[in-house]
């Protein structure tokens, strides 16, 4: 059962354009929901992360945006550039719990120049 | 942020030979380990979870006795692939967990022939 469900599998955007990555969950004990970048032959780097008692948060061009009743969250990329092009992965856990991370299944992202 | 290595980042052996892979976090205290392998283009699949001093848990459908994980020190887990296959190809990522942050190895390509 995948407890956290991503769309879609690959993006193209055009450089300077927004791409929007989105990701659902049911566990609503959930409470800590971490984006990681992923380039080919690395391990996944924490981009940014949310915890549920926000409804947005920014960090450069990165911006997560949360919505807990819908329980949604999505990652927007504002003015995409070449080097953004990865796969991306969103992740849902019980943060104090120690207990694991569950993954969407990753979105390929092209930003073409 | 916080630095994790593993060790060997890319490893070619014949099948049957044993493989040990090493994940060390080099500024921080990992008190639960995770291991993932991803196939290509393929989201992360939790092996198994460790904490330190103890025995691993491992996913349901991976081999405890072909996968043996050792967390002898908060700094340092290792996997090995015993009796290794061509089907075990794949790349494996180390993710120590610190309090409520989880971070992720470079990964290490397991080409089996």
């Known amino acids: 059962q995948q407890q956290v469900k991503q769309s879609p599998q690959s993006l193209i955007v055009q450089k300077g354009g927004i791409s929007i990555i989105n990701c659902a969950y049911e566990?609503?004990?959930?409470?800590?929901f971490p984006w990681y970048q992923q380039f080919p032959g690395k391990g996944p780097a924490l981009l940014i992360a949310i915890r549920p008692d926000v409804s947005e948060k920014k960090e450069g061009r990165f911006t997560i945006s949360f919505n807990k009743s819908a329980k949604q969250f999505s990652l927007h990329i504002m003015d995409s550039q070449p080097g953004d092009s990865a796969t991306y992965f969103c992740?849902?856990?019980?943060?104090?719990?120690?207990?694991?991370?569950?993954f969407g299944t990753g979105t390929s992202l092209t930003v073409i120049p | 942020g916080a630095v994790v290595s593993q060790h060997p980042s890319r490893v070619i052996c014949k099948s049957g030979t044993s493989v040990k892979i090493e994940c060390r976090s080099l500024?921080?205290?990992?008190?639960?380990m995770f291991w993932y392998r991803q196939f290509p283009k393929q989201s992360l699949m939790l092996m198994a979870t460790s904490n330190e001093g103890s025995k691993a848990t491992y996913e349901q459908g991976v081999e405890k006795d072909k996968f043996l994980i050792n967390h002898a020190s908060l700094t340092l887990s290792t996997l090995t692939v015993t009796s290794a296959h061509p089907e075990d190809s794949s790349f494996y990522i180390c993710s120590p967990r610190s309090s409520d942050t989880q971070y992720f190895g470079p990964g290490t390509r397991l080409t089996v022939l």
């Open positions: 500024d921080f205290q990992a008190t639960t």
């Open positions: 566990n609503t004990a959930f409470d800590y």
């Open positions: 992740a849902a856990s019980m943060r104090y719990t120690g207990n694991q991370f569950y």
